[in-house]
């Protein structure tokens, strides 16, 4: 059965670092998602992406966050100047249709986050 | 914040049926109710998801009321592998991809 990976299942970072969570999606999905949780608290979304462009995001996704699809397999966030509060797991999710029609989102297991 | 309200825990004995509920009351005519739980800290897995009509595949059936303002996950016979937080999300198809996670219902299959 086709399933969302990521990479690395864990980071370990310094505050001010830099940092890439990879992902890679089930292959014939065309929306693709980041969502974070902070330990013992909600799943929150962060941002959704399609055709090459950011198709929605929160206010947690700030300047500081970037998502890329740079091939046709793999879709990154990134988080350029890494804060303590970015401590969290990081899921992928991917769909084959984004709003307009049903289609439920695939996670990937995560990748857990540590910021020093 | 989060449409749903469900109760946080509950348990279950192993091989019973777990019935979970879940409040939607303010639920539009194009949202869909999805189902998705968590099993430690692992990515969200999907279960179910259905408009008005009672669903069911190989891991659970989903009841919907007829005002549509509530719903019930069953998973016919609980097992240990079953333990996990349980989301009822309601989204619809329009105006926005993401899913909005309440709290969940802590279910936990007792031997």
């Known amino acids: 059965e086709p399933e969302v990976t990521q990479t690395p299942s864990h980071q370990v970072t310094q505050m001010g670092q830099e940092v890439i969570l990879r992902c890679v999606p089930i292959?014939?999905?065309?929306?693709f998602y980041w969502y974070r949780q902070i330990l013992g608290q909600k799943v929150e979304f962060l941002v959704s992406?399609?055709?090459?462009?950011?198709?929605?995001k929160s206010e947690i996704f700030d300047d500081q966050f970037s998502v890329e699809r740079p091939d046709g397999s793999n879709f990154t966030l990134k988080i350029r100047s890494t804060k303590l509060e970015d401590s969290a797991m990081y899921f992928c999710a991917s769909s084959e249709s984004g709003r307009s029609v049903v289609s439920e989102q695939f996670f990937g297991p995560g990748t857990r986050l540590t910021v020093l | 914040d989060a449409k749903t309200t469900q109760p946080p825990s509950m348990d279950c004995a192993e091989g019973r049926a777990a019935n979970l509920p879940c409040n939607h009351s303010t639920i539009s005519g194009n949202e869909y109710v999805y189902w998705y739980r968590q099993i430690h800290s692992q990515g969200p897995q999907y279960i179910i998801h259905g408009l008005k009509n009672n669903e069911t595949n190989e891991m659970a059936s989903l009841i919907i009321t007829e005002d549509r303002k509530s719903s019930t996950l069953i998973l016919p016979h609980a097992t240990l592998r079953d333990t996990a937080v349980y989301y009822c999300i309601v989204r619809g198809t329009s105006g926005t991809y993401k899913y909005i996670f309440g709290t969940g219902t802590r279910l936990k299959v007792l031997a």
């Open positions: 292959s014939n999905h065309l929306y």
């Open positions: 992406f399609y055709n090459n462009e950011i198709s929605e």
